[in-house]
């Protein structure tokens, strides 16, 4: 079922949320309808009531990190939203670095260089939030979320916290257990190492510069938006099939990197999604490669026409 008509500002009092919202805003495609009623909580307590509330009523309610590697259609979500990037707490104790899920990647791996922790160096340039790291076990230039997690708390439907351990979490290529549904990552401690201040600013400013020269900043985009297939770069199968720079509506395979592709103005969900059909279609026809999108696409579909119809 859908959000039903309710006094959410009663049930919900103290709870940032607001309905029928444009999750655009908060998209990094810059994409995106609607989310029926959008949460923000500001602590665990906020999130127990609006999942223990979902879950009793039989609302759908899905979760939301960074919006970085996510592309959301243009009919929006329906039932509830949760966003969580107020709850973003970051601390460190030792060598042990525990963040709760709406904190930044980035921001994460920036405070473990000013104490001198190793291990994050990779992540120095990832957009997305720990949670969402987690869920897809992120990764970047031969590191990955898996090589430094130590364990995280989750919340299961009726509210209640558990700790996952590493074993429990099945990390794979861009996958964790967290895929499987039902639990909601509410924060996690990644343990690292101590090293040189100097030698791991020097990498991570290495890597930032590698994601400058290669990767379009310049223009909203998904991120990258194919798994790599085992033995071929994604975006060297793309450039030999002559869609480097192809353009659908307001979406374009990059003219900087193949793998990626931006928002050059006005884009849409469809637009994402034919050029992504289109991308596997073609290096399936060329090279007998099928391409697995790594972005996570959600939300209500509209045809191109309806949505042209709309506008």
């Known amino acids: 079922m859908t959000v039903e008509t309710r006094d959410f500002k009663?049930?919900?009092?103290?709870i940032d949320f607001y309905e029928n919202h444009p999750l655009s805003e908060y998209t990094y495609t810059k994409v995106g309808g609607n989310a029926e009623v959008l949460f923000l909580p500001k602590c665990i307590e906020e999130l127990r009531i609006i999942r223990k509330y979902a879950t009793e009523h039989e609302?759908?309610?899905t979760v939301l990190g960074n919006a970085s590697n996510l592309i959301i259609r243009d009919g929006g979500i329906k039932g509830f939203v949760?966003?969580?990037e107020k709850m973003n707490d970051i601390t460190v104790n030792d060598k042990k670095v525990t963040?709760?899920?709406g904190a930044k990647l980035i921001e994460a791996s920036e405070i473990a260089r000013e104490v001198s922790l190793s291990g994050l160096e990779f992540a120095s340039?990832?957009?997305g939030s720990i949670g969402g790291a987690i869920y897809?076990?992120?990764g970047a230039y031969g590191g990955e979320i898996a090589d430094v997690f130590e364990d995280c708390q989750v919340m299961l439907k009726d509210g209640r916290l558990e700790v996952w351990t590493k074993e429990m979490m099945h990390f794979g290529y861009r996958s964790s257990a967290?895929?499987?549904g039902g639990v909601i990552c509410v924060s996690a401690t990644l343990a690292l190492t101590y090293g040189d201040i100097i030698e791991i600013s020097q990498k991570m400013e290495e890597l930032d510069e590698k994601?400058?020269?290669?990767?379009p900043l310049e223009y909203p985009s998904c991120g990258s938006v194919f798994k790599r297939p085992e033995g071929y770069f994604t975006g060297k199968l793309i450039q030999d099939t002559g869609l480097q720079g192809r353009i659908i509506g307001g979406a374009q395979v990059s003219t900087k990197h193949a793998g990626f592709i931006v928002n050059i103005g006005g884009a849409s969900a469809c637009d994402y999604e034919q050029l992504i059909a289109l991308i596997i279609a073609e290096v399936q026809a060329k090279f007998g490669v099928t391409l697995q999108p790594e972005v996570r696409i959600i939300g209500e579909k509209i045809s191109c026409d309806e949505l042209q119809a709309d506008s």
Do not use: D, H, Y
Request: no cysteine.
């Open 136 to 138: 897809m076990n992120a």
């Open 211 to 215: 994601r400058r020269l290669r990767q």
């Open 99 to 101: 963040a709760f899920a």
């Open 125 to 127: 340039g990832i957009p």
């Open 178 to 180: 967290l895929q499987a």
């Open 82 to 84: 949760v966003l969580l």
């Open 59 to 61: 609302i759908p309610m």
């Open 10 to 14: 009663t049930i919900f009092e103290k």
